[in-house]
């Protein structure tokens, strides 16, 4: 607290303000006249950067490389910024919580918000890094810290870097959206992750480093009108992708049909809202900017990250934003991070920690609900483990308090107790596969095109093939996408398409690789009937199978187990000669099988009906990736069975009958039980072990009957 006086011949007052630890400080001025009347308030935010070298304290057994190799993560915090959020925290009972997280075998990771982090640029607040590690140090156990970049997390110094809607106003939805591609930015984030890695790159301390969403709600997040990221940064990148593929004005104005003077000219497009795709050149010129900012953007910061910090355990949201999955796949692969999504117990995100899983990278999947519910717990940890190679998932807001207080609930109770079963048996489950591998195939540019947003939403058909795979089938799929690499696409014996009309050429190369060097594609006849950016039917893949004419009808087609829709005529060259595998009683062709190289596409005649064909394509994955080891009969359960090296297993969860994925304990206890048969088992086998909790599981004559609640996941090995 400090007085002046200010006069005409004492008109500067030179104020010695704290010089403490480094962070940011606020300078509050009350301005009074002689009398002693207030005339004003100001405030002046003020930062103090710490010179000093930072030696991280040693241990003589640490390793930085985490013991616990696939941790379940605990967020501790939420991951929007929460102003009312620390006033609401159990301080008395928060050091209990974080031990009983350790006892029960997780890793407790605690969020930071940017804003927090580095009020003042430069001026980092490591006291508040500081007081989550000093749980580190308390317990003799690493932490996790997560750094929070999205839209409300974002230090209010750079949030005049907006991201713009296409009439040029700020876009706001809830809380501030910034757009990544201002230079400021950049180099503002880049600094930060810096000093943080270059800090506690040696410290035994910390677990691992999170990325989290950011800088809007996820990446590129769209906001439906508004749409995209018009702001002038984007506008000015966008410009110079643009020069750099086509070189010259003329070229780019003769595609386009425009009249462009310069290539500094050009403006972000919009989208034509009354197709049901969007098939404008200028618009798909766009989206691949898109993607191709992305992913060189997470190399960016990941690449070097890593050049700082070799070994920490490191883990990076990609799902909201980012994009097509597996165009990501390479960097999060190079670079040795983590990949983590939200919404942990949806499709999508199993869809798309498949999609990473598949191209060799580690997943943790990761919930998302504010109010965490036992049922969010299950679902979440079931799709990590079916999507293989289980290396944890992330719980996300805690186990103490979401958007407000709780003291150990029983909800949280038995939300610990869970997945203390799963942590206990974590090695185990890392080496878990599917028993039948085969996959489903998804068309990620098709999907952001017809949704204009860049976030992946999955198509009905997408979600139909899983729903048949995992309750009708008991054969759950993995996924790829027409972004995957050939490897991925390799390593299933056989890869099912979900009508993807629109394919790139290189998409489609990739297909017909993967089926030369073995593998069984069953594809549409309209697969890749379009190039993005065109409305032009050019039946590219058709075409160099051999199609020269396909004559399109709206006819709907049944044989024995399997229905065609938009039934389709093909007139086939004379030299491709494919055989017809299926036809109807009146002798009309539904399924081709067309051999190429070592491996063959079958073709259906039109788009397979899914939800009406389950017998065809249980038939299908038995005879090329193999016949389910069991048979199970259960009504809306998922079922899987996976093995590992040494032994099989069986996952189980029904649906809730409302079909909530975020039910409450209360909810589930009380849900009328669900019946499940399973048989196949061999004659000597007497039972199962149960992994999680309960009974082990009884056989006789090869055969198992449970009562299962639904939302709980159960797990019995063999």
């Given amino acids: 607290h400090h007085v002046a006086q200010l006069s005409r011949d004492n008109p500067t007052v030179i104020l010695k303000v704290p010089s ?7 300078l509050n001025m009350r ?25 991280a304290p040693t241990r003589n057994d640490a390793n930085i490389r985490t013991e616990q190799h696939h941790p379940i993560m605990m967020d501790m915090f939420s991951t929007h910024n929460d102003p009312s959020q620390y006033a609401r925290l159990p301080q008395a009972s928060l050091t209990t919580r974080i031990v009983q997280t350790y006892e029960s075998g997780l890793i407790p990771r605690l969020g930071l918000a940017w804003r927090d982090f580095e009020p003042v640029p430069g001026c980092y607040q490591w006291f508040l890094v500081e007081r989550y590690l000093g749980y580190a140090q308390m317990s003799g156990k690493p932490v996790g810290i997560g750094l929070g970049y999205s839209g409300d997390s974002i230090p209010q110094w750079l949030w005049f ?10 876009i706001h939805a809830g809380y501030h959206y910034v757009t990544p591609m201002g230079e400021r930015f950049t180099k503002a984030l880049m600094r930060a992750n810096e000093a943080f890695l270059n800090r506690y790159k040696n410290d035994w301390r910390l677990a691992g480093f999170h990325y989290y969403a950011g800088p809007s709600e996820g990446f590129l997040t769209d906001t439906p009108p508004d749409v995209s990221d018009y702001s002038p940064d984007a506008r000015a990148k966008f410009q110079a992708y643009l020069a750099d ?23 972000i497009p919009q989208p034509d809202w009354d197709q049901a795709c969007e098939t404008s050149l200028p618009w798909t010129d766009f989206h691949f900017f898109k993607v191709n900012f992305v992913s060189q953007r997470l190399d960016q910061l990941q690449s070097r990250a890593r050049a700082i910090d070799p070994n920490h355990i490191m883990m990076m949201y990609g799902k909201e934003g980012f994009g097509p999955t597996g165009a990501l796949a390479s960097v999060y692969r190079k670079n040795n991070f983590r990949y983590s999504n939200g919404g942990g117990e949806t499709i999508m995100a199993y869809v798309q920690s498949s999609i990473m899983q598949s191209a060799g990278v580690d997943v ?12 969010s717990v299950t679902r979440t940890a079931a799709n990590a483990i079916l999507a293989g190679g289980y290396t944890g ?21 038995a939300i610990t107790r869970f997945n203390a079963a799963i942590a206990k048996i974590s090695s185990e489950l890392n080496q878990l596969q599917l028993a039948t591998p085969w996959a489903g195939y998804h068309a990620a540019h098709q999907d952001i095109l017809a949704g204009r947003s860049f976030r992946m939403r999955g198509s009905h058909a997408l979600m139909t093939l899983q729903g048949v795979a995992t309750q009708a089938m008991h054969q759950p799929c993995a996924w790829v996408d027409d972004t995957s690499e050939l490897a991925a696409l390799s390593r299933y014996p056989l890869i099912v398409d979900t009508h993807s009309k629109v394919l790139t050429k290189q998409s489609i190369d990739v297909i017909l690789d993967y089926v030369k060097q073995g593998g069984t594609f069953v594809a549409s006849a309209y697969t890749g009937r379009y190039q993005p950016g065109s409305d032009a039917a050019t039946d590219t893949l058709m075409r160099q199978l051999g199609v020269v004419q396909i004559n399109t009808t709206e006819q709907r087609i049944t044989a024995t187990g399997l229905t065609i829709s938009e039934f389709a005529q ?74 590992s090296a040494q032994h099989r297993y069986l996952l189980l969860i029904a649906e809730m009958p409302d079909r909530s994925l975020n039910a409450t304990q209360q909810q ?32 006789s004559n090869q055969q198992a009957n449970v009562q299962i609640m639904p939302g709980m996941l159960y797990l019995f090995r063999w």
């Fill in 20 to 26: 403490g630890r480094s962070g940011g400080y606020d």
């Fill in 31 to 55: 301005w009074e006249d002689v009398n002693g009347h207030k005339v004003d308030n100001h405030q002046i935010r003020y930062g103090i950067a710490d010179p000093r070298l930072f030696q």
């Fill in 393 to 413: 998932h992330n719980q996300m807001w805690g186990l103490v308090w979401a958007k407000k207080a709780h003291e150990m609930v029983p909800e949280y109770q």
């Fill in 668 to 699: 589930i206890t009380s849900a009328p039980r669900v019946d499940v048969t399973i048989s196949g088992f061999a004659p000597q086998l007497k039972s199962l072990t149960n992994l999680l909790d309960g009974e082990d599981l009884s056989i």
């Fill in 161 to 170: 870097e907006e991201l713009m809607s296409q009439d040029q106003q700020t």
């Fill in 364 to 375: 943790q999947c990761e919930g998302h609900y504010v109010q965490p519910n036992l049922g």
């Fill in 245 to 267: 593929k086509y070189q010259q004005i003329e070229k780019l104005n003769q595609a386009w049909q425009t009249q462009y003077k310069s290539f500094n000219t050009i403006q």
């Fill in 570 to 643: 093909l007139t086939w060259d004379k030299q491709a000669a494919p055989k017809v595998l299926l036809a109807n009683t009146q002798n009309q062709p539904l399924i081709y099988e067309l051999p190429l190289g070592k491996g063959r596409l079958l073709i259906t005649a039109g788009l397979l009906d899914i939800s009406r064909s389950t017998d065809w394509l249980q038939d299908t994955v038995g005879q090329v990736a193999g016949v389910n080891p069991l048979q199970i009969t259960a009504n809306k359960t998922l079922a899987a069975v996976m093995q």
